[in-house]
C-alpha cells in the first residue's frame, strides 16, 4: 500500500512568487492533514479536511494560505504571495479515524522563499 | 509556551547504550504518541499511549506516561547508529489536532 506522498520534495522561489505543493494521502483515508515545520521550531497544525470539507483550519497563518481538497482525494497547498517567513517544511498527513488515532504522514515539502 | 515540549533538545549518545527523552505537556489528553523524523525523511509513527496507560513496551522502545505530571518519556535501549533522528512527541485531545513538541534531536555514535 502506498503511503502519502507530497510534490514537489523541494521549492525554491523569490518571495511575491506563488508554490503549490500537492499532497496525496493514503488511499480511503477521509482525514487529511497540513502541518508545517518553520526554521527547526515545532511542528505546527495548519489545517484538516474531512473528505473534501475544511474541519478546522485554525491554523492556517494567514489569507496568503489557500487550501483545497476538491473531490475528498489529494490536496493542494497554495501560497500566494510567499514571504520569506514561509520557509520551512511542509507535512502531509492523513488517517481513517478523525478521533486522535495515528495519523501517517509524507516526507514534506522543503520550501525555501528568498 | 507550548504544548508538548521535548527534553532534552538534543542528545549524544554511544551506539548500545540507552536513550532517554522526555516530553511534558500543559492540556489534558485523549493519548500522546511518539514521532520519529530521519533526516530529510517524513514524521514515522512509533507508539501512541492512551491516557489511561502507564507504560507501554514496542521491541526497544519503552513509553511512560505520567498524567499527573503531565509527563511522558521515551526511552530506546540498545541503541545503533540507525536511530539517529529527531524525536517528537505529538499530545491529542479528543476531537482536536495533533499539538507536535520542537523535538529531540538523537546522535548515536557508532
Known amino acids: 500500500e502506498a503511503g502519502v506522498t507530497q510534490f514537489p520534495s523541494h521549492s525554491v522561489i523569490e518571495k511575491g512568487q506563488t508554490v503549490t505543493l500537492r499532497c496525496d494521502p493514503i488511499?480511503?483515508?477521509?482525514?487529511l492533514y497540513w502541518y508545517r515545520r518553520v526554521m527547526g521550531k515545532e511542528i505546527k497544525f495548519l489545517l484538516h479536511f474531512v473528505k473534501e470539507s475544511k474541519q478546522d483550519e485554525s491554523g492556517m497563518p494567514n489569507n496568503r494560505f489557500l487550501a483545497e481538497r476538491t473531490g475528498g482525494t489529494y490536496s493542494t497547498l497554495k501560497v500566494q504571495p510567499a514571504e520569506l517567513e514561509d520557509s520551512g517544511v511542509y507535512f502531509c498527513?492523513?488517517?481513517?479515524?478523525?478521533?486522535?488515532?495515528?495519523?501517517?504522514f509524507g516526507p514534506g515539502t522543503r520550501l525555501l522563499v528568498l | 509556551s507550548q504544548q508538548g515540549e521535548e527534553d532534552p533538545q538534543a542528545l549524544s549518545i554511544q551506539e548500545g547504550e540507552n536513550a532517554t527523552m522526555n516530553c511534558s505537556y500543559k492540556?489534558?489528553?485523549?493519548?500522546l504518541q511518539w514521532y520519529r523524523q530521519n533526516s530529510g525523511r517524513g514524521l514515522v509513527h512509533l507508539i501512541l499511549i492512551r491516557s489511561n496507560e502507564r507504560e507501554k513496551h514496542s521491541g526497544r522502545l519503552r513509553v511512560t506516561l505520567d498524567t499527573s505530571k503531565k509527563s511522558s518519556s521515551l526511552l530506546i535501549t540498545a541503541s545503533r547508529a540507525a536511530d539517529t533522528a529527531s524525536y517528537f512527541c505529538?499530545?491529542?485531545?479528543?476531537?482536536?489536532?495533533?499539538?507536535f513538541g520542537p523535538g529531540t534531536r538523537l546522535s548515536v555514535l557508532p
Open positions: 505529538a499530545t491529542v485531545n479528543y476531537g482536536q489536532n495533533f499539538v
Open positions: 488511499s480511503g483515508h477521509d482525514n
Open positions: 498527513a492523513s488517517s481513517q479515524s478523525v478521533t486522535g488515532e495515528t495519523q501517517y
Open positions: 492540556t489534558s489528553i485523549n493519548n
